[in-house]
């Protein structure tokens, strides 16, 4: 499999086993989604979920680029 196909993968697992702390989180504040900026442990469990997106962004991005190969 090449790099950015395993990225790609990576980063979906990431985002899929980043939603549950992330809504987590948001359930937990009384503002929802907007006051994670002001909680460090909530902005700890979003991690996961922004790291995941970042990868597999990076990765399809680099996948439609013309004339690159792995």
Known sequence: ??????????????????????????GELSQGLIELPRHWWSALATMPLALGMVLTTAALLRARRPGRHA
């Open 1 to 26: 499999m090449e790099s950015r196909g395993v990225f790609a993968w990576l980063g979906l697992a990431l985002m899929v086993a980043g939603v549950i702390p992330a809504l987590w989180a948001a």
